[in-house]
Each structure stands twice: as structure tokens, then as C-alpha cells.
């Protein structure tokens, strides 16, 4: 199993993606991502909203996500968030453990 996190950050003057910026100029996302339990930490922008940005945040269970709850960084990330005044959205999806199925594999070309 792993858990995904869609955070979707919003802000104006392109604040949201000056926030994405600086998580990795500051290698503040590098370390997130050597956390135990990461698999994926990534930022992508929406094609229709230049004011939002979405980060995919994966990580192995819940455990793996309530140690990085529990870290310091969490502040870090927090004051960044403050210091660019965000608004946030999340959605929370746990992967399925059966996989893609048949009838959806015949839609994705590898």
C-alpha cells in the first residue's frame, strides 16, 4: 500500500509557484525526499491555472507519512507556506492493491 497526498497550493502574483521554487532551490524538497518512507515529493502546474500548484506527495504507509508529520521540516515547510500567504487543498488516495485493471490497461500506452 501507499498513501497519496494531491496538495494544491494557491496563491497570487505567482506566489505558488515562487513557494515550489524555493522548496527546491533550498533543497528543502531533497530532504523530504530522503526521508524514510518517501517514494515521490513532486510539483507540477496546472495548464489552466497559472496561480496553483499541485505537489504529489507519496509515501509508503501512514506511518511513513505521521514521522514526517512529526519532523522538523514540517516547520520549515510551514513558514515557507506563511512567508508566500497559501491556500491549500488536499486529497488523500490510497493505492489499490490489484493494480491497473484489464479493461483500463488497454487505454495506456507504455
Keep these: 500500500m501507499s498513501i497519496m497526498v494531491n496538495l494544491y497550493y494557491t496563491g497570487t502574483g505567482g ?3 515562487a513557494f515550489a521554487r524555493e522548496m527546491e532551490e533550498s533543497g ?3 530532504r523530504v525526499r530522503a526521508e524514510a518512507g518517501n517514494q515521490r ?3 507540477f502546474f496546472p495548464a489552466d491555472d497559472p496561480e496553483t500548484v499541485l505537489l504529489m506527495d507519496v509515501w ?3 506511518a511513513a507519512l505521521d514521522r514526517h508529520h512529526a519532523s ?4 520549515t515547510i510551514a513558514k515557507l507556506r506563511e512567508k508566500y500567504g497559501l491556500r491549500m487543498r488536499a486529497e488523500r488516495y490510497v493505492t489499490d492493491r490489484e493494480g491497473i485493471p484489464a479493461s483500463d490497461r488497454a487505454f495506456i500506452k507504455e
Design 41 to 43: 515529493y513532486a510539483y
Design 15 to 17: 506566489a505558488a509557484r
Design 72 to 75: 522538523p521540516m514540517m516547520e
Design 28 to 30: 528543502t524538497a531533497d
Design 60 to 62: 509508503t504507509d501512514q
